[in-house]
């Protein structure tokens, strides 16, 4: 799972986990700089998202490292009708378009809520890996997403994912775009935490 990931009817199946310590960082194949920003955030799950991607640089180990500057336009949306084949925490119907970086960048200065945040691609097995490092009022999270293709697949989790993220709204990017862990107070940071 890169920056992108471009289907013309997709359903999203993904885990998030809580990530704790540095021994992630041997796994990271690339990293680019995302920006995102929401222009629909709506409390029934669906959202329209702005993301823009830059390289940083050489990736940390060998492995190919996506180029050159990127924008996509996203659209998530709850699954009709999951039930429990799909359960609605694990997976959401995507639609994510690539579109001109000019235009991305007119689209964030739009959005509201916004954040910025360092994604790495990860060789670990058992799906697409990627892990975000957040960045400014999201510091210091760290999240790692497993993007899925079925819900029963079986993930072999790494100890240094330390709690299951996948489900919690509060810590969901268009979430933390709009209320950031800045905004959190003592008590629900050290219930994250630990």
Known sequence: MGPCRCKP????????FLVEGQAWRRHSRWHRALRQGYLVS????????????AP???????????QGEEAWLTLKAPPP?????VPQALSRLEFEYPIPVADGEALLALSTARLAKCRHGLDLPGGDWVLDVFEADNAPLVVAEVELSSPDQVVAVPPWCVRELTGRHALSNAALAARPLACWDAADLRELFG
């Open 9 to 16: 009817l997709a359903l999203e199946i993904e885990r998030r």
């Open 42 to 53: 709506a409390t029934d799950g669906l959202t329209l998202r702005v993301r823009t991607s």
């Open 56 to 66: 940083l640089g050489e990736p940390g180990a060998a492995g190919a490292a996506p």
């Open 81 to 85: 009708g999951a039930g429990a084949a």
